[in-house]
């Protein structure tokens, strides 16, 4: 009896010598996770391709700013796919061999570290149009912005791709036991991606953010002073400027919420103390990394007009209509 209850907490229970074991949950935990699991998948992968048509469907929405959040809605909705492995080993059990063990994994990477590059992009984008509007339409232009992003994507998957060179030659090598998904690479990899990844553009977007911070205190405090006695041009100049700082605030909002979900597993790898948690708090991190790319997309359909538009002309087929790529969202 003893033998058959250890086998049915092995992974692969027909291989009894060479299977990893399952981590054990409460069956209502068990189906609470999943479901709620799923539902955050679904969501992601919905939300960021209803951004993606968006953004490619209607010319208007082609501006600078949202070619880099296409970039980032790109790399969010590939990661809810990959959620979905992610959720089939709740239980501490891989399924897919060696070889996908290594992909996904590889794919992980590459998806973080353009996420994180389109954040930086963000985050010159909205210092340029604040600190230095007038000069904005000539230093932020379509053409420059998508070489940067063709450059952030190619870079990540260069780097990754020979950091993970080692594992894809040899897939499953670092795995203790049949059904443990593992990858390790070199110490310089290790430490160049976590700069690459983390420390470097973590300075940068906060270097920049705090001085948008600034100078948008500054506006206000210009926009009171002259409340009342302005005229009608400079008015306008005024009513432009709020828009970009609204739009600095929404994405500046993006950026936080991407920080608070990304430095708890940045703080315990640079600790090196990940090795010492338990399978559910790894679990916990991991998610936590992942539920940025969900709250994305909705941080957008709360503070932009435009996407509950284009979602309401998307999901009723009205897109299908012939001038429907010219209808104006903004």
């Not at 080993?89 to 290594?102: M, Q, R």
């Not at 953010?209 to 002259?226: D, E, G, I, K, L």
């Not at 009513?239 to 994405?251: I, M």
């Amino acid at each position: 009896m003893m033998k058959m209850t250890d086998q049915a907490e092995l992974c692969f229970p027909q291989l009894v010598n060479t299977s990893c074991r399952k981590t054990q949950h409460p069956r209502s935990v068990s189906a609470l996770t999943y479901l709620l699991l799923s539902v955050i998948s679904l969501i992601t992968v919905t939300l960021n391709l209803l951004l993606i048509i968006s953004i490619s469907h209607f010319k208007r929405l082609k501006t600078p700013t949202n070619l880099i959040l296409l970039s980032l809605a790109t790399s969010d909705f590939l990661v809810g796919f990959l959620m979905v492995f992610q959720i089939s080993s709740f239980e501490g059990c891989w399924f897919f061999g060696d070889l996908l063990c290594t992909i996904y994994y590889l794919l992980n990477f590459i998806m973080t570290s353009a996420s994180i590059g389109s954040m930086v992009l963000i985050s010159i984008d909205r210092y340029v149009a604040i600190c230095d509007p007038l000069r904005y339409p000539v230093k932020i232009t379509q053409t420059r912005v998508k070489i940067s992003i063709f450059l952030c994507w190619s870079i990540s998957v260069v780097f990754h791709c020979v950091c993970f060179m080692d594992a894809l030659e040899k897939p499953g090598r670092y795995s203790t036991c049949v059904g443990k998904c593992e990858i390790w690479f070199s110490y310089a990899c290790s430490m160049t991606d976590l700069f690459i990844s983390f420390i470097g553009p973590l300075i940068v977007i906060v270097v920049l953010y705090t001085r948008v911070f600034v100078v948008a205190v500054s506006h206000a405090r210009a926009v009171r002073f002259h409340v009342g006695v302005v005229t009608l041009q400079r008015s306008q100049g005024l009513s432009a400027r709020s828009s970009e700082l609204k739009a600095a605030r929404t994405l500046g909002v993006v950026v936080v919420v991407f920080i608070v979900c990304i430095m708890p597993y940045f703080c315990v790898t640079i600790s090196g103390q990940y090795i010492l948690l338990n399978a559910s708090s790894a679990f916990i991190l991991i998610y936590l990394f992942f539920f940025n790319s969900c709250l994305n997309p909705l941080i957008y359909a709360l503070f932009y007009p435009w996407f509950r538009r284009s979602i309401k002309l998307i999901v009723t087929l009205q897109i299908l209509r012939p001038d429907s790529s010219q209808a104006n969202l903004l």
